[in-house]
């Protein structure tokens, strides 16, 4: 019939995904309608397998987890890196904190080194010490991992130790070690607790001591001269008055027992004719203390003679080989006795090692090779006669280029 349409292909396979299910009848498998559709080629399909929600938020906890340690690792780096930056020269004085004995202020010229003290960019404070009129030194620095509203500081205690002595006293106790040596003449270690007891102090191994007196010449000659003035008899001299034996130590004497204090007790001694020059060397014990951390980082890395100058990134090279010349100046400007005006006109001559050699295997004779560079003229920097380079040093850079023995001398004049 014209009015009748033909279901094509696709109407088929539409059909073959429509299931009649009669509600009097009990559901079996359904049957396409329509022609068969062809079996499915390549593995059958398996089934979806349904997410355990337990293990997928344990894979979410994993991931918060490790981003927190991510960002705390970030963190603890940066603060580090901060931390590095305080320990430079130039702000690592802001750390330090002197902690000076409330005994050091007794002296009327105390004043003077407080003085000198307070120019320095740290902090300083007076507290009671472990030994009487000490000096010790502390380190506050910013502890990682500490939050903006709560910043923590970490202190540490510096080992240096100056105790400071009166003249009188470091007399009395230099002559008492010195008399141990000649009562007992077999003994082998001196008694270093007659200078500075040390019995009693907690942690005194692990600290480095050292002694400072104020006035000590000064001390001598006015002793010496009361010892002028008094009388003569004995017994017309007053018991305080009388000269201890110390005041008789010579020069010689006192000298071969601050020997002894170095040799034995890696101890010190520092002689000061003024409260100011006492602020002064406090002054710089406390610099040296603060760029210690900063110079052992700096000697612990590879030729930490080239940490600053010119000399430290050497010359820069570029893709096109611009700066190739200025290392092969700077390179000849090593050998001893070489200025960079020698150096210059050396590379000037000969721009590359490959174009030495090159000139070198153009040479004839060895004696040749040797005077290659010694007519190459040198022009002064100061304006004065132009020289040359010389055969001594020519002969010095043909032995480097070509000589293959490492133990072999260039240089016969050291």
């Known amino acids: 019939m014209a009015g009748d349409e033909r279901p094509g292909p696709g109407c088929a396979a539409r059909s073959a995904a429509v299931w009649v299910i009669s509600e009097s009848e009990p559901e079996s498998d359904p049957q396409p309608r329509g022609p068969a559709s062809p079996p499915a080629k390549g593995p059958a399909s398996r089934p979806r397998r349904r997410k355990d929600p337990g293990e997928a938020a344990a894979r979410r906890l994993e991931r918060e987890r490790r981003k927190e340690q991510e960002a705390l690792e970030k963190r603890r780096r940066r603060e580090e ?47 009671p010490q472990a030994i009487p009129c000490s000096i010790t030194w502390r380190r506050n620095m910013p502890s990682t991992l500490s939050t903006q509203d709560a910043p923590t500081v970490k202190s ?34 001196p008694d270093l607790e ?9 942690g005194s191994s692990t600290k480095a001591y050292s002694l400072a007196v104020v006035g000590l010449d000064a001390y001598r000659r006015r002793s010496q001269e009361q010892r002028r003035r008094q009388p003569l008899s004995p017994a017309k001299r007053r018991p305080r008055s009388q000269p201890g034996p110390e005041l008789a130590m010579t020069q010689e004497e006192i000298l071969e027992t601050l020997v002894v204090l170095q040799l034995w007790g890696n101890m010190e001694v520092q002689f000061l004719d003024t409260w100011q020059d006492f602020g002064q060397h406090v002054s710089a014990l406390t610099k040296a203390i603060a ?55 050396i590379a000037a001559a000969y721009p590359s090692p490959a174009l030495l050699l090159k000139a070198y295997q153009d040479c004839s004779t060895e004696d040749e090779k040797r005077l290659l560079l010694s007519d190459i003229p040198v022009r002064s920097d100061t304006g004065g006669r132009d020289r040359r380079v010389g055969p001594d040093l020519s002969r010095r850079i043909y032995l480097f280029m070509v000589s293959t023995d490492p133990n072999l001398v260039l240089d016969l004049s050291t």
């Open 81 to 127: 890196a901060a931390a590095w930056r305080l320990l430079r020269p130039e702000r690592c004085l802001r750390l330090m904190e002197v902690c000076a004995d409330p005994g050091l202020l007794k002296d009327p010229g105390s004043d003077a080194w407080v003085e000198v003290l307070n120019s320095l960019d740290c902090k300083c404070s007076f507290e």
């Open 156 to 189: 540490e205690e510096e080992k240096e130790v100056l105790v400071l002595v009166e003249p009188e006293d470091l007399l009395k106790r230099l002559f008492s070690l010195s008399q141990s040596f000649v009562k007992n003449p077999s003994v082998t270690q």
């Open 194 to 202: 007659q200078v500075l007891p040390l019995a009693g102090v907690e």
């Open 291 to 345: 760029k210690r951390p900063y110079k052992q980082q700096m000697e612990s890395q590879e030729l930490p003679f080239c940490t600053a100058g010119p000399w430290a990134s050497g010359v820069r090279v570029e893709k096109d080989g611009t700066g190739l010349w200025q290392v092969w100046k700077r390179q000849l400007q090593q050998f001893s006795r070489v200025s960079p005006a020698t150096a210059a006109a």
